[in-house]
T-cell receptor, first 115, second 112 residues
Framework: ETGVTQSPTHLIKTRGQQVTLRCSSQSGHNTVSWYQQALGQGPQFIFQ???????GRGNFPPRFSGLQFPNYSSELNVNALELDDSALYLCASSLVRGTGGNEQFFGPGTRLTVL | LAKTTQPISMDSYEGQEVNITCSHN???????ITWYQQFPSQGPRFIIQGYKTKVTNEVASLFIPADRKSSTLSLPRVSLSDTAVYYCLVGDMDNQGGKLIFGQGTELSVKP
């Protein structure tokens, strides 16, 4: 196990609703990243938070937003849910060391289904 | 950001050595090469990371030629539990905002 936890495990929402997914990073890590993984595809980078500020964003609309808290836990919020938002949402934590290579530890994911 | 190309699928048998090669022709000077393993409905798991030459850990070896335009993940004596999707990633984790670029991955099927 990586020490990264996510909640809830599964979630069902209807189109237009809002959802909040939560992640608890591995102890000592200062960075958290979120990914969306559609069925049969590789994970797609949504954004990363470093020391409570957004530090890089992928090709996702503004209705995808996030927060990182002082204890390095994090939230992913998605507004105005669409059917295509149905996916496995992954959280990954890491310790940025400034050396150019660092390992990201992934949580088990939250399976979101939008009806 | 360097793009990677790897085989979509591979088959093997228990006890064999499996080599998965990844092409990354546009790799930059500061880029590292990282491999992840993913089982269905689970998050990817870090396998190995390298910059050049050869890296070995308890589960795999990573071979990187001098020009760094490709890399080969070697899994010794695979078992049924190694059936998974393997992703090759290239990037400078600190300077690109930690954005891991996952491709399609290689779906490895290990048969008895």
């Amino acid at each position: 196990e990586t020490g990264v936890t996510q909640s809830p495990t599964h979630l069902i929402k209807t189109r237009g609703q809002q959802v909040t997914l939560r992640c608890s990073s591995q102890s000592g890590h200062n960075t958290v990243s979120w990914y969306q993984q559609a069925l049969g595809q590789g994970p797609q980078f949504i954004f990363q938070y470093y020391r409570e500020e957004e530090n890089g964003r992928g090709n996702f609309p503004p209705r995808f937003s996030g927060l990182q808290f002082p204890n390095y836990s994090s939230e992913l919020n998605v507004n105005a849910l669409e059917l295509d938002d149905s996916a496995l949402y992954l959280c990954a934590s890491s310790l940025v060391r400034g050396t150019g290579g660092n390992e990201q530890f992934f949580g088990p994911g939250t399976r979101l289904t939008v009806l | 950001l360097a793009k990677t190309t790897q085989p979509i699928s591979m088959d093997s048998y228990e006890g064999q050595e499996v080599n998965i090669t990844c092409s990354h022709n546009n790799i930059a000077t500061n880029d590292y090469i990282t491999w992840y393993q993913q089982f269905p409905s689970q998050g990817p798991r870090f396998i190995i990371q390298g910059y050049k030459t050869k890296v070995t850990n308890e589960v795999a070896s990573l071979f990187i030629p001098a020009d760094r335009k490709s890399s080969t993940l070697s899994l010794p004596r695979v078992s049924l539990s190694d059936t998974a999707v393997y992703y090759c990633l290239v990037g400078d984790m600190d300077n690109q905002g930690g954005k891991l670029i996952f491709g399609q991955g290689t779906e490895l099927s290990v048969k008895p």
